[in-house]
């Protein structure tokens, strides 16, 4: 993933401007909603910068101790509490290295839980026949995950939606990140207009426009 760029720069204006036609497109045919949000990170991870001040701080505590102090724990002690102070800001200032402190199931259950505090957060399920898609992509993570509300799951299951955030997944991976999205947001039109086609003239009831952190949606200008 193109990190560390924040959320709101992610993709370029074009590549906002052909996400939400994308899913304009899809939703043409369909009484199906789809909306795109990105974030940041999905937690802060506060035991991970702990874990990870603690551990490095002791780790360079018992380097130097070992090396010009014989390995004397009354120096080891006040040295370890003293170099947690610098790696604990250092964690705050590159997030990145939280990942290696959190673990990979910690992270994905993160996303997960995010993920559906932003489908209530935003109003996602306030749809009226419960036919609302989230994409949601979390930077730090490198995650994406795909939720759709109750009114989609009769007839499009978890293991579909997994693949189609596989689909995104890869696509970051490979630098073509708006194209892969599209692809996927495409894709989960076709199958809301085969399963739930639209009714009379189809009503936009979510944003087109991707919501990001820190607003609600990312500007296209």
């Known amino acids: 993933m193109r990190h560390p760029v924040k959320a709101d720069k992610f993709f370029t204006a074009k590549e906002k ?3 939400q036609r994308t899913a304009t497109h899809a939703e043409a045919g369909t009484i199906g909603q789809i909306a795109v ?17 603690i551990f490095l701080g002791s780790a360079l505590s018992l ?24 790696f604990h800001l250092l964690f705050k200032a590159a997030p990145m290295l939280k990942a290696v ?27 009226k026949e419960s036919t609302g ?8 993570e490198r995650k994406v995950w ?8 009769g007839k499009i299951h978890q293991p579909t939606l997994n693949k189609l ?24 039109g076709a199958l809301l207009a085969a399963h739930y086609p639209a009714k009379g003239v189809p009503v936009d009831e979510l944003p087109d426009e991707i919501i990001c952190e820190p607003g609600a949606t990312c500007d296209t200008e």
């Open 17 to 19: 401007e052909k996400i």
């Open 37 to 53: 949000a990105i974030v940041d990170q999905s937690s802060q991870y506060r035991e991970a910068e702990l874990l990870g001040s």
């Open 63 to 86: 380097a130097l101790t070992t090396i010009f102090f014989h390995g004397s724990v009354w120096f080891f002690i006040p040295m370890a509490f003293l170099f947690f102070f610098p």
């Open 101 to 127: 402190f959190a673990g990979p199931g910690r992270m994905a259950k993160a996303v997960r839980e995010r993920a559906i505090r932003t489908f209530y957060e935003k109003g996602l399920y306030k749809t």
């Open 133 to 140: 898609v989230l994409f949601f992509l979390s930077l730090l």
């Open 146 to 153: 795909v939720l759709a509300d109750k009114g989609i799951h």
């Open 165 to 188: 955030a596989d689909m995104v997944s890869r696509g970051i991976q490979a630098g073509r990140a708006s194209d892969a999205l599209c692809e996927a947001i495409a894709e989960m």
